[in-house]
């Protein structure tokens, strides 16, 4: 089992930046894949972003340019940096992440976080 906490929600001003981490422990074994997921009231999950085994990141079209994610290897850490953000960008905050490979390269994730909260106002 892996454990997932994230940290660095608060409540922003548009075009301000907040930098989201998410922390694994327990049983972790190999490469994990990682993935950011948001979700605001009302509407559902959505990928945001994440990076895959190979250590390459892929983003949603929205936060192309705005949002980067990188990982830690040494600390089991996953980061969110999002700049430039918008009353759009509000939402709660979820890191997800894998050790398999076949769930990996489906960009589907057994391991969840409790989530973030992200607010933008405008």
């Known amino acids: 089992q892996i454990q997932l906490v994230e940290s660095g929600g608060d409540s922003v001003q548009a075009e301000g930046s907040l930098r989201l981490s998410c922390v694994a422990s327990?049983?972790?074994?190999?490469?994990?894949?990682w993935a950011w997921f948001r979700q605001a009231p009302g509407k559902e999950r959505e990928g945001v972003g994440g990076?895959?085994?190979?250590?390459?990141?892929y983003y949603v079209d929205s936060v192309k340019g705005r949002f980067t994610i990188s990982k830690d290897d040494a600390t089991n850490t996953l980061h969110l940096q999002m700049n430039n953000l918008r009353p759009g960008d509000t939402a709660m905050y979820y890191c997800?992440?894998?050790?398999?490979?076949?769930?990996?390269?489906?960009?589907?994730?057994?391991?969840w976080g409790q989530g973030t909260q992200v607010t933008v106002s405008s």
């Open positions: 997800a992440a894998d050790h398999n490979y076949v769930r990996c390269a489906n960009h589907r994730y057994d391991f």
């Open positions: 327990g049983y972790i074994y190999g490469d994990l894949c």
């Open positions: 990076i895959d085994l190979d250590g390459s990141a």
